[in-house]
Nanobody, 127 residues
Framework: QVQLVEFGGGLVQAGGSLRLSCSAS????????MGWFRQAPGKEREFAAV???????YYGDSVKGRFTISRDNAKNTVYLQMNSLKPEDTAVYYC?????????????????????WGQGTQVTVSS
């Protein structure tokens, strides 16, 4: 089992920045692919970013160039640095994890791929 806890959500003005953190426990962190999904009211969960057990990263089109995912294996933590935030980025952001290799674009963006989910943290971007 893996437990995920997110930190760092809040209210920010459009154009601003936030950094989300997700702390993992229960399994060797370095073996996990870690990612972020988000869900806005009335919408389906949307893939944001993933970082594999190495350093390879992959981003959803809506956040590419503005968000950066990174990990610190010594701290068992994954981060999502969000810059140039827009009102349409308003959502609950979920940290996710899956063990083993993660290959294929379709697999990375599918929420069913990920075995572990955090409780979510609210990000609100005001215009």
């Amino acid at each position: 089992q893996v437990q995920l806890v997110e930190f760092g959500g809040g209210l920010v003005q459009a154009g601003g920045s936030l950094r989300l953190s997700c702390s993992a426990s229960g399994r060797t962190f370095s073996t996990l692919a870690m990612g972020w999904f988000r869900q806005a009211p009335g919408k389906e969960r949307e893939f944001a970013a993933v970082i594999r057990s190495g350093t390879n990263t992959y981003y959803g089109d809506s956040v590419k160039g503005r968000f950066t995912i990174s990990r610190d294996n010594a701290k068992n933590t994954v981060y999502l640095q969000m810059n140039s935030l827009k009102p349409e980025d308003t959502a609950v952001y979920y940290c996710v994890a899956v063990g083993g290799p993660l290959y294929g674009d379709s697999k990375m963006v599918d929420p069913l791929t990920y075995d572990y989910w955090g409780q979510g943290t609210q990000v609100t971007v005001s215009s």
